[in-house]
């Protein structure tokens, strides 16, 4: 970002390190930024919010919400209004100050994921080589949110979820951050677009066909990724059966509409994640990083839209696999929930990072292995995905249906 | 208990016990997720009422559904059958006689039915003779206005409409189709709903309206049942003719409510003497009653009486509680002042400040008793027969006069 500025103080005649003005253009570069970023998470989490609605009344054989503008498009926009224009309620027994601050806590941790997650090629807002730890780190400011809401709104039902949120969030950390280990150690750097860089368009190039234990590295990634997010099988913490609404029960208005903004913008996050790491990311099929960036004039301009459409491509095939997921599994059971992290999942994660750095002296010494592995699981993962069609295929057809997603919108 | 957990733990089946969870959840995954996946690509079951629809819903619900009424006025007899089996009287028929002369006997002047309170029984349904009332498909009864709510199955315009004479010995009847008369009452409910009549307005409606007077249209069955007595009279051998004029007397709906099957029935049972009852005529109601006792009497004595002379009883029914009581010494109304009366009415009240006896509270209806001359004692709810007894006693003197 900063040499793409001081690219332009110099294209406009001035040289950045003596020009007096060079830190009032950084200043409005981030505030811009910052606004365009943290529209870019607003927005997409109404977008999700009204997809994921369609998603499961199509999932249970419903319509939808398909009367605000074509398809119900417009009902997000609808709600964030009446959310907004709602009164914002703290209840008298409540502590004031941490009540009303905690949206913010979750909002903060939420935005600062965004600076370090790649859209494209070069749109990213800081390439930081401590990407990925500065995610980690950064998300753990949700935790404090809501225990903080939890503890504030003086309600039992919103402190058992903030509790459970703390233990759910703080246990499986450890999984997902050993999980994300692996590709950074594939990669060799904590990078984001490093990482990407370091894989390829071709799906045998992603991480995830690598080696088994990435692919298993991949499957603990994402169900730590949902439990984390607080989506189900592990929304747990606002569990309605159970607390009512959770952490946020006390919540009204525009405080409560910046929890929800926040849990349907995790689904972006960890979709983009999951296909940064392990899917090759903005990677374009036969052009290699350093093809991409001699390109110049137009034809740069393409490439960059299309690594941008390929990277939102996959992230929200992602973000319909959590909706998909929310919407066909029921809640787990808390001891369940903690014995699958603690037996299963930081046991099997710490044995992919052995594994992983046993296949990487391997693969140093005879290459043609990880080819023939990465080439193998390509085809099984394919072969996976048609097996799967198939079945839902006939899935339809033994109930005497046919095939038909345009009707009825 | 330890010698059953020891072997267990060292089972074989240790590793696999460990990884059937894995291995559950790798299965329920691949079944259940491709189900969910199947219906998302299947059409959704639900329809979506009511405006995309590819046919009006009030076709797509089974055809003996009871929604609202419906009456085919061009079938009705009149008999009022379905107005005395409804259990909240929602159904209101009002009849206009005629001689059968210059203006058919049976008139309706008017029919409605107040689907707003109708509780979707059937019980009308039933006993209808010519099935001129059903209940249609029909349901969705959201209006503008409350009052629209009322299905007035005679036009304003049109009435008082003459009652369907069901011909002898028919057995089906020409109905038109269900639902087409209540569909186009509905359409009706579309207009914007009446203004609010003013004050003005109102006293306007209040002059003109002529409560309790006969309508100048109707018939005078005093008249009439002399008429017929003196008929009867002359046909006295004569059991045939005898029955024809006993069948004037009634309403000539057939409806059967007698307990005969139609009016013949009826009459030529009391011509032959078989039956004495003249209360048997339920839509002819009490004017069918007088006309028949009437021409009983006259049959009896041979005489047709005169014209009753209608002030005779008249001062005696104006006060039917002074005519019943019996006095036990002044009433306290007459004997205190208007203050220590009030003291006492108010003490016999059951002093809830209900509202029920339309002042707003008990101080007011005792002021209306002692000082505005309120004559109706009957209207403390709460303190009910009690409340009652005592204002009886405190304003007349009596006793209160049974309910």
């Known amino acids: 970002m900063q040499a793409f500025l001081d690219s332009l103080i110099r294209n406009a005649g001035h040289d950045p390190a003596t020009w007096p003005w060079t830190q009032f253009v950084y200043l409005a570069a981030m505030g811009a930024v910052s606004f365009a970023v943290i529209n870019f998470a607003a927005i997409t989490a109404g977008i999700f919010s009204w997809a994921e609605r369609r998603v499961a009344a199509r999932m249970q054989s419903r319509v939808g919400p398909n009367r605000v503008g074509p398809g119900g498009f417009l009902q997000w926009v609808a709600d ?52 990925i730890f500065y995610i980690l780190a950064v998300t753990a400011l949700i935790v404090v949110g809501i225990i903080m809401s939890g503890w504030s709104s003086n309600s039992k039902w919103s402190l058992f979820g903030a509790i459970r949120s703390a233990a759910q969030i703080i246990s499986y950390e450890i999984p997902a951050g050993m999980a994300l280990m692996i590709p950074v150690m594939l990669a060799g750097t904590l990078s984001t677009q490093g990482i990407i860089r370091a894989q390829g368009g071709w799906p045998w190039q992603w991480y995830v066909f690598n080696n088994p234990a990435a692919l298993v590295a991949f499957l603990i990634y994402f169900i730590s990724a949902l439990a984390e997010g607080n989506r ?15 952490y946020n029960t006390e919540y009204s208005g525009m405080r409560f509409s910046y929890f929800f903004l926040v849990e349907w913008g995790n689904m972006w996050i960890m979709s983009a994640l999951a296909s940064t790491m392990f899917f090759g990311g903005w ?21 960059e839209v299309a690594s941008l459409a390929i990277f939102a491509f996959k992230t929200l095939i992602f973000v319909f696999i959590v909706m998909w997921l929310r919407w066909t ?7 369940q929930m903690m014995n699958m992290c603690w037996k299963y999942l930081v046991p099997a994660s710490f044995a992919g990072v052995l594994f992983v750095g046993v296949w990487m002296l391997i693969v140093h010494a005879a290459p043609w292995i990880g080819l023939v592995m990465r080439l193998g699981l390509t085809a099984a993962g394919a ?22 997603f345009t009707s009825n919108w | ?38 219906y998302m690509f299947r059409k959704p079951m639900t329809t979506q009422y009511p405006d995309r629809m590819s046919v009006p819903v009030s076709q797509t619900i089974p055809a003996r559904y009871r929604g609202f009424l419906e009456v085919d006025m061009d079938i009705c007899t009149a008999c009022q059958a379905c107005e005395r089996a409804c259990p909240i009287a929602v159904i209101n028929i009002d009849i206009v006689k005629g001689d059968g002369k210059s203006r058919p006997k049976l008139n309706m002047e008017r029919f409605d039915i107040d689907i707003g309170k109708c509780m979707y029984c059937g019980l009308c349904v039933e006993p209808c003779p010519t099935g001129a009332i059903q209940h249609t498909r029909e349901f969705e009864g959201a209006t503008m206005n409350f009052n629209n709510l009322t299905l007035r199955f005679v036009p304003p315009a049109a009435a008082p409409w003459p009652a369907y004479k069901v011909p002898k010995g028919s057995e089906a009847f020409p109905r038109r189709p269900l639902g087409e008369i209540t569909r186009n009452l509905m359409h009706a409910w579309d207009a914007p709903p009446p203004p609010f009549p003013t004050d003005a307005e109102i006293a306007e409606l209040d002059k003109k309206a002529d409560h309790g007077k006969p309508k100048v249209a109707g018939l005078d069955p005093a008249a009439m049942g002399r008429q017929l007595a003196a008929k009867a009279l002359e046909v006295k051998a004569d059991k045939p003719k005898l029955q024809k004029v006993l069948e004037e007397a009634m309403a000539g709906t057939d409806c059967g409510d007698c307990g005969y099957p139609d009016c013949f029935g009826y009459s030529d049972a009391i011509a032959q003497g078989k039956e004495s009852s003249t209360e048997k005529c339920a839509p002819g109601g009490a ?43 002044p009433p306290l109304a007459q004997t205190l002042s208007k203050e220590e009366l009030y003291k006492v009415v108010l003490e016999a009240m059951a002093g809830t400040d209900c509202g029920d006896c339309e002042y707003p509270d008990c101080d007011g209806y ?36 049974p309910k």
């Open chain 1, 80 to 131: 964030a209004v009446k959310l907004l224009l709602k009164e914002d309620l703290v209840p008298d027994e409540a502590d004031q100050f941490l009540f009303r601050i905690a949206p913010y806590f979750m909002m903060v941790g939420f935005a600062c994921v965004f600076v370090c997650l790649p859209f494209s090629h070069r749109l990213i807002v800081a390439d930081m080589n401590v990407g």
């Open chain 1, 232 to 246: 189900t099988p592990f929304d747990l913490p606002e569990a309605e059966s159970e607390l009512v609404s959770g």
């Open chain 1, 283 to 303: 990677q374009i099929p036969g052009l290699s990083p350093e093809h991409f960036d001699a390109l110049t004039g137009g034809v740069a301009v393409l490439a």
């Open chain 1, 329 to 335: 599994l029921p809640r787990i059971r808390v001891d």
């Open chain 1, 383 to 404: 072969l996976g995905v048609t097996l799967f069609a198939l079945r839902t295929l006939k899935n339809i057809r033994d109930t005497g249906d046919k095939f038909d």
């Open chain 2, 1 to 38: 208990m330890a010698e059953q957990l020891a072997p267990q733990r060292q089972a074989p089946g240790a590793f696999d016990s460990y990884t059937k969870p894995v291995r559950d959840t790798a299965k329920s995954f691949w079944e259940g997720m491709s189900i969910t996946l199947s």
């Open chain 2, 287 to 329: 004017d069918s009653k007088a006309m028949l006792e009437t021409i009983l009497v006259s049959l009896k004595t041979g005489v047709v009486p005169g014209p009753a002379q209608p002030d005779a009883a008249k001062p005696e029914a104006a006060s039917p509680a002074a005519a019943e009581a019996k006095p036990s010494g």
């Open chain 2, 366 to 401: 005792t002021k209306g008793i002692v000082y505005e001359g309120q004559k109706d004692l009957d209207r403390c709810a709460p303190g009910g027969e009690d409340s009652r007894a005592k204002l009886y006693e405190i304003m007349l003197g009596t006793k209160p006069p």
